[in-house]
């Protein structure tokens, strides 16, 4: 699995947790603007992917989680990374977006058409397969395959992020990676694609 | 040794790689979250809990003791079923209903 990332650190030398520290003494926004600085593309890319390209609702999605950390940052525990402690505020409420939206609609016909990121066009044929190959997930194993791969959190942190056993991420990641490997069959090793990926 | 390597992990992790090369520009995002915090300080979950359950607890004795000490919760309980509001009856609701309040906003503190 992907290794856990570093605490950020500024060039002042200030990591997260110094930063938070100055927020739980002084209420410090401008220690909390240099969180958000530091986070915000991360978080933006990740909720682009979790929401499939939609580039209004995660910014609202983002800016949302950003302002629900500051209120709860005295809840924060030290038992994460500040980051990960984002993404578990940035998937909730994401999952609450879900059921508002599902509320509404009832079925996702009626959900808006996203704005997308990039065009099928502008992908390669790699990425559009893949995709293509994510879209055959269930909800929880996309979810898995998002925090472990692209939020690069170890089983443990996306088990933390998710709310969910360890067990069930792990078993999430199984059954993902088997669907996707039945889908991407033309990529495995011994294929005359050029695509294939053996050592 | 010749080890072969799932291609799917190595798909997953070469996208996701790809992905996190990129840099999202703040384009005024961190201006527009700080404008939108809260303003004033923030009170901690302990205490946004202790203060609402304490006057209730106070509500609780005051009323305990103005409506019959003892027999407040029986009296209460009894003229709720038989549809009888009483003062016993409605502080009773108010009580629990406050509770109740206390408790969502605690269970929806992260």
Redesign the interface.
């Known amino acids: 699995m992907?290794s856990a990332r570093r605490n950020a650190v500024d060039s002042a030398g200030f990591g997260d947790n110094d930063l938070i520290g100055r927020i739980l003494l002084r209420?410090d926004?401008n220690a909390?603007?240099e969180l958000?600085?530091r986070h915000?593309?991360?978080l933006?890319?990740s909720l682009r992917?979790m929401t499939g390209g939609n580039i209004e609702l995660s910014?609202d999605i983002?800016?949302e989680t950003?302002?629900?950390a500051?209120?709860?940052?005295?809840?924060f525990r030290y038992e994460a990374k500040f980051s990960t402690w984002l993404y578990?505020?940035a998937f909730?409420a994401w999952q609450s977006e879900v059921r508002k939206k599902h509320e509404l609609a009832m079925d996702d016909e009626n959900l808006p058409e996203p704005e997308t990121v990039s065009s099928e066009s502008e992908r390669t044929g790699?990425?559009r397969d893949?995709a293509r190959a994510m879209d055959g997930l269930t909800d929880g194993e996309r979810n898995a395959?998002l925090q472990c791969?692209?939020n690069?959190l170890s089983h443990e942190e996306a088990a933390y992020v998710l709310g969910l056993p360890l067990g069930t991420v792990k078993t999430n990641i199984l059954k993902a990676?088997e669907k996707?490997?039945a889908k991407?069959g033309a990529?495995?090793?011994g294929r005359d694609t050029g695509q294939?990926?053996?050592? | 040794m010749?080890?072969?390597?799932?291609?799917?992990?190595?798909?997953?992790?070469?996208?996701?790689t790809s992905?996190?090369d990129?840099?999202?520009?703040?384009a005024g995002?961190?201006l527009?979250?700080?404008d939108?915090?809260?303003a004033g300080?923030?009170i901690?979950?302990a205490i946004r809990f202790a203060v609402p359950f304490g006057f209730t607890l106070m509500a609780a004795i005051v009323v305990a003791l103005f409506a019959g000490g003892d027999n407040f919760m029986v009296d209460a309980v009894m003229d709720i079923a038989t549809s009888n509001m009483s003062k016993s009856a409605f502080a009773f609701v108010a009580i629990v209903g406050i509770m109740m309040v206390v408790s969502v906003v605690a269970a929806n503190?992260?």
């Open positions: 992907p209420d926004r909390f603007a958000v600085r915000q593309s991360q933006r890319a992917k910014d983002a800016q950003f302002i629900l500051w209120r709860n940052i005295r809840s578990r505020i909730n790699i990425q893949l395959i791969y692209y690069d990676k996707m490997r991407l990529y495995a090793p294939g990926v053996a050592a | 010749n080890i072969i390597k799932d291609p799917v992990d190595e798909l997953l992790k070469a996208d996701a992905y996190r990129q840099h999202i520009d703040d995002f961190t527009r979250v700080i939108d915090l809260p300080s923030r901690s979950p503190d992260y």
